[in-house]
């Protein structure tokens, strides 16, 4: 069982930074493909990056790796999402997520957090 505490989120500005940290506990997390998704309201939840459980590999939805920056300190168990110039359709839940098999596009993790908000106000 691992558990997954995120943290961060807050009010911004358009253009404002944001950097989010997910901390996750439990036996072997440190060895977990690990990932950020995020929930815009009204809509479903979607990919965002992920980083392999070494941070040997990281992966992006398409046109957020020019204002994100996945990270991973393997020693903290905790997982960084760096958000820069951001937009107001940037506004959503974001949610850390793992899994202990290896990357895949469709990988569908078993462990979540509990979300945490971000609002870019235009």
């Known amino acids: 069982q691992v558990q997954l505490v995120e943290s961060g989120g807050g009010l911004v500005e358009t253009g404002g930074s944001l950097r989010l940290s997910c901390v996750a506990s439990?036996?072997?997390?440190?060895?977990?493909?690990m990932a950020w998704f995020r929930q815009p309201p009204g809509e479903g939840r979607k990919f965002v990056a992920a980083?392999?459980?070494?941070?040997?590999?990281?992966y992006y939805a398409d046109n957020q790796k020019a204002r994100f920056t996945v990270a991973r300190d393997v020693a903290k168990n905790t997982l960084y999402l760096q958000m820069d110039n951001l937009k107001p359709e940037d506004t959503a839940v974001y949610y850390c997520?793992?899994?202990?098999?290896?990357?895949?596009?469709?990988?569908?993790?078993?462990?979540w957090g509990q979300g945490t908000q971000v609002t870019v106000s235009s």
């Open positions: 439990g036996r072997r997390a440190s060895e977990y493909t």
């Open positions: 980083l392999t459980w070494d941070a040997s590999g990281s």
């Open positions: 997520a793992a899994d202990p098999r290896g990357y895949a596009k469709q990988l569908e993790y078993n462990y």
